[in-house]
């Protein structure tokens, strides 16, 4: 497994427009149409990655928990499909229906939404308030494939929390650890 780390966009950037099919619903949506009234995850994940396999169950038990009161969740996967057919667009439709995803799940197939993102691996996490500004950007938590650490989600509730809550969100915002973007040669 490659250990690769978030990029860290800066904190208070504005989410990058982006309109791209879904691979759920077979419709194209634009983040207009898929932000939340308080906040906006956006996630880039993929079906192969041992990383993403490890946090999928939380990532469907956060979104479930958190879309009814206000926080989207978009995930998009911007894998180079050609050399990692795993991640192609049907795959991906399956994956979200055996993970249970409520949430889009796009396809990313110019790779230009990973790189407005300066998204490096997945998954990589970002927090939008409702003026679609970072707030967070990072890991899930700091549970790994290898490590034996339970999977919480600590880091990625306590920014949804205090985006929910008006409290500054007061944490060490640490990289995503995670295996790289598949780039298209």
Known sequence: MANTESNMLPLGTKAPHFTLYDTVSENMYSLDELKG???????FICNHCPFVKHVNKEISRMAKQYTPVGIKFIAI??????????????????NAKEQDFIFPYLYDESQEVAKAFDAACTPDFYVFNDRMELIYRGQLDSSRPQNDL????????TAINSLLTGVPLKIDQKPSIGCNIKWKK
Request: glycine share 6%; charged share 40%; net charge negative.
């Open 77 to 94: 996967s911007s894998n180079d499909v050609e050399n990692y057919p795993d991640d192609a667009p049907d795959k991906m439709k399956e």
């Open 150 to 157: 339970p999977v919480t989600g600590k880091d990625l509730r």
């Open 37 to 43: 009234d308080k906040g906006t995850v956006v996630m």
